[in-house]
């Protein structure tokens, strides 16, 4: 009998974890698969190994485990893995198939451009987007993120040059691409944080574009939501499901 897991980072504030609960329960109903679970890579229960032993337990004799994780980080390429292993080892004959991440698909370009275009009223000015990420010493999340961009530029060039940031580890960081963009004269800067989540890394965005913010005072930096739960990446999420 085959099974799904669907892994979150997990967060140590419940309100996050049980933001991701919900929007597996959207996912599970659009799913024909008789055993669902949803997991944690950390900081939250129940964990990945809880969650193969739940689907052995109710009959699972096959498990797709599905990170519902934005880019191929350290999370996806090592760490989730890693749970895996573990899992394989307490139950050898099980069989474990591995999905991909979301990635650059067009629903996630599609959605960024949504985050923009709700907050865009003046139309005719010189605009930008600054897609922001974490980063990470993953070269191939960085290839991906970089992808994405390249994608929202494609879709959406006629009305918004497009740019990348990154918080940690990876090059340019926020400060250097607003310093960049300084010389450009945008009349709009929209930024949008690539997270499932807003929270902390939003903050930090935000805390950082103020300070431009008045180093600028002929753009507006405007904040767009986050690229979020959204219920159109339900569709991809099953297209990983399918294509594992």
Do not use: W
């Not at 009959?59 to 292993?85: K, R, Y």
């Not at 990470?136 to 390249?150: D, G, K, Y």
């Not at 009305?159 to 963009?181: G, H, I």
């Not at 929209?190 to 913010?213: A, C, D, R, W």
Request: proline share 5%; aromatic share 8%.
């Amino acid at each position: 009998m085959k099974a799904i897991i669907y892994v979150g980072h997990g967060s140590s504030v419940e309100e996050r974890n049980e933001q991701f609960i919900q929007f597996t329960n959207q996912i599970i109903k659009q799913v024909r698969c008789l055993i669902q679970e949803p997991a944690f890579l950390e900081l939250a229960t129940p964990t990945i190994t809880n969650a193969i032993d739940t689907c052995v337990e109710k009959g699972a004799t096959e498990i797709t485990v599905v990170p519902i994780l934005l880019l191929p980080g350290i999370h996806v390429s090592e760490d989730i893995p890693l749970e895996i292993s573990k899992g394989k080892k307490q139950h050898p004959e099980l069989i474990i198939n591995y999905a991909k991440p979301l990635g650059s698909d067009g629903v996630i370009v599609e959605m960024i451009r949504n985050r923009v275009v709700e907050r865009d009223v003046f139309k005719e000015l010189k605009k930008a987007v600054l897609l922001v990420s974490h980063g990470s010493r993953n070269q191939q999340a960085v290839e991906e993120f970089e992808q994405l961009a390249i994608a929202c530029k494609n879709e959406i060039s006629n009305q918004y040059d497009v740019y990348t940031a990154y918080l940690k580890m990876t090059v340019p960081s926020l400060e250097e691409q607003l310093d960049n963009l300084k010389i450009y004269n945008y009349q709009e800067i929209y930024v949008v944080p690539h997270f499932l989540f807003s929270g902390g890394f939003e903050k930090e965005i935000e805390e950082v574009t103020q300070s431009y913010q008045k180093q600028m005072p002929n753009t507006s930096i405007i904040h767009c939501e986050p690229t979020g739960f959204d219920h159109t990446l339900i569709p991809l999420i099953v297209k990983r499901i399918n294509q594992t």
